[in-house]
């Protein structure tokens, strides 16, 4: 079975505000993993904080700077970055264009 999604048809939403400035999403997937394309603004953030899953980052286009418990790594496109659940983490846009990456929030084990 199939399900096509057309995120054309898709609001940006703004990604946990509380953490984040310039950084929105469409929801591809909810559960049990969670799938977002994410859109970071020129100038955006998303503050540095723990989450009880696993993420991983798939860079489409533009570039970031991603730091992990204290070590930053500078990703663009084609590249993918996986965190352990509970590591601090947080990224910025580091580029005069828009940061567009798909991420996926995994279970622990």
């Not at 898709?10 to 310039?22: A, F, K, S």
């Not at 469409?26 to 020129?42: G, H």
């Amino acid at each position: 079975m199939g399900r096509p999604i057309d995120t054309n048809a898709q609001e940006w939403l703004p990604v946990r505000p509380e953490l984040t400035t310039g950084v929105s999403g469409k929801v591809l997937q909810d559960k049990p993993m969670k799938m977002v394309l994410t859109r970071v603004e020129a100038g955006g953030i998303f503050r540095p904080h723990r989450d009880k899953y696993n993420h991983l980052f798939h860079i489409l286009s533009g570039k970031g700077v991603f730091e992990v418990q204290g070590e930053e790594y500078e990703l663009g496109a084609g590249m993918t970055l996986q965190i352990q659940a509970g590591s601090q983490h947080g990224y910025r846009n580091c580029g005069s264009e828009e940061l567009l990456l798909i991420s996926v929030n995994n279970p622990a084990e």
